[in-house]
């Protein structure tokens, strides 16, 4: 079995209308790990010994997210900022994160077409995630296409928040069973739960 762990962030859970689903159906499959970053570390004290342990444990690391502002809520950056420490993450001898996978899972306001370059966003989301992607790979992991929610603030009326957090969790667990096709993984900008690169079950 694969170890996955979701780090979760997200400052206004209270009025989420998808991450706060999709925090609880990650929080519901056996095997993975849930961390909630805004609800363990309110005064960002965030504990680099306990983070770092629970990045050597587990071989899939996922942050989950709503976009804000082209980027992650700012906890995630606090985390980033001292737990990808040099010597561990990054540098010499900085190697412990060498061969694990990073993925994120993100949500955002902007249609799909808004996030084209001809749209009003101007750039892919896939774009605006390079500092994620790069981070990722300088620690010599390997960065898996962001499972993505376009258009969120309209899911429900939409309809899109159930499918969204059922892709979710089958995508989890498709991470810790193997089941992930990381060949068709990699030819897509991003993953959206109408189109799961998931292998079948055994
Ligand atoms: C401070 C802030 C900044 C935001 N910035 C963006 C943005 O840059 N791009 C975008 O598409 N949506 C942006 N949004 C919209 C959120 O991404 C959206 O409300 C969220 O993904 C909806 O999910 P939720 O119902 O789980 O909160 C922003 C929202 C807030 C509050």
Request: contains cysteine.
């Amino acid at each position: 079995m694969t170890k996955v762990i979701v780090y979760y962030a997200h400052p206004g859970h209270k009025h989420s209308h998808v991450n706060r689903y999709m925090a609880r159906a990650a929080a519901a499959v056996e095997g993975v790990t849930y961390v909630d970053l805004y609800h363990d570390y309110p005064r960002f004290d965030i504990d680099v010994n306990v983070e770092q342990q629970r990045l050597l444990d587990h071989d899939v690391i996922v942050f989950q997210f709503p976009f804000f502002w082209y980027s992650t809520p700012s906890i995630i950056k606090e985390w980033q900022d001292l737990v990808l420490e040099h010597g561990f993450a990054y540098g010499h001898e900085g190697d412990k994160l060498a061969g694990k996978r990073f993925m994120v899972a993100v949500t955002g306001a902007g249609p799909s077409d808004a996030y084209t370059h001809e749209g009003y966003q101007h750039f892919p989301i896939r774009t605006f995630l390079t500092p994620l992607e790069q981070t990722a790979r300088l620690c010599k992991m390997q960065f898996l296409a962001p499972y993505v929610l376009y258009g969120a603030l309209r899911a429900p009326e939409d309809g899109l928040v159930e499918p969204h957090v059922d892709g979710y969790q089958q995508l989890l667990k498709a991470l810790r069973d193997d089941r992930y096709d990381l060949t068709a993984a990699e030819k897509m900008d991003v993953v959206t739960f109408d189109k799961l690169p998931l292998r079948k079950e055994a």
